[in-house]
């Protein structure tokens, strides 16, 4: 069965800090991959995506995930944290044969310290 | 471009009421997904409507049900509520294949936030 794990539930860095944030996949074709972030009291918001191609993708607000097949992960990283970026950050699947079926981590919440 | 757009934002009900969202997608997206969210389950896939017809289903009880008109907003509906159903309730709209370049890629609106006393 298709699954999504995002091994840290929480993570604090220093303001100005590197981020990486762990994803691990179980998919058996090339899959759908997304990372969204969601502020409290609110819904998802697209980071980015990776579809095919170039392993290597840019998102928005300065973040970037490369997928690497053989360890099944999609690593989203930035490499200098602002305070605003203190959120949950969610990972996701696409699920075969549904493209309105995402299947989601069970997020990692960020903290930044100033 | 207006984004996804869910009604009520909030709302409370009671223990064996039912209770009706509604989500008006981004113009021209064809495909509606719900979700529901929870602290203890997380996000999970609630439906997917295309063309006024349920695509998929994830593993909810048929208390929960849902339909998409032909402008392509929707309803879900959860009838006798228990007390577990309280969650934000989280709806997204997408292009579908073909539509081009945002295809498969799921837009999701604010959400609304149903508490069950």
């Known amino acids: 069965a298709q699954s999504v794990t995002q091994p840290d539930i929480h993570i604090t860095v220093s303001e100005g800090a590197s981020l990486e944030l762990r994803c691990n996949y179980s998919y058996g074709a090339t899959p759908y991959l997304f990372w969204y972030v969601q502020s409290p009291g609110q819904g998802l918001q697209l980071l980015l995506k990776y579809f095919s191609g170039d392993t290597l993708v840019q998102g928005i607000k300065g973040f970037e995930a490369e997928f690497k097949r053989s360890q099944s992960s999609f690593n989203l990283r930035k490499p200098s944290v602002h305070w605003s970026d203190a959120a949950e950050y969610f990972c996701a699947v696409g699920a075969e044969g549904s493209q309105g079926n995402l299947i989601f981590g069970k997020g990692t919440k960020l903290s930044v310290k100033p | 471009k207006a984004g996804v757009t869910q009604t009520p934002r909030y709302l409370i009900k009671t223990r064996g009421q039912q209770v009706t969202l509604s989500c008006s997608p981004i113009s021209g997206h064809r495909s509606v997904s719900w979700y529901q969210q929870t602290p203890g389950q997380g996000l999970q896939f609630l439906f997917e409507?295309?063309?006024?017809?349920?695509?998929n289903k994830g593993n909810f009880p048929g208390r929960f049900s849902g339909r998409q008109f032909s402008n392509s907003r929707s309803e879900m509906n959860v009838s006798t509520l228990e007390l577990g159903d309280s969650a934000l309730y989280l709806c997204?709209?997408?292009?579908?294949?073909?539509?081009?370049?945002?295809?498969?890629?799921?837009?999701f609106g604010a959400g609304s936030r149903l508490t069950v006393l």
């Open positions: 997204a709209s997408s292009l579908v294949a073909g539509q081009g370049d945002g295809a498969n890629v799921l837009t």
């Open positions: 409507y295309f063309s006024e017809t349920q695509r």
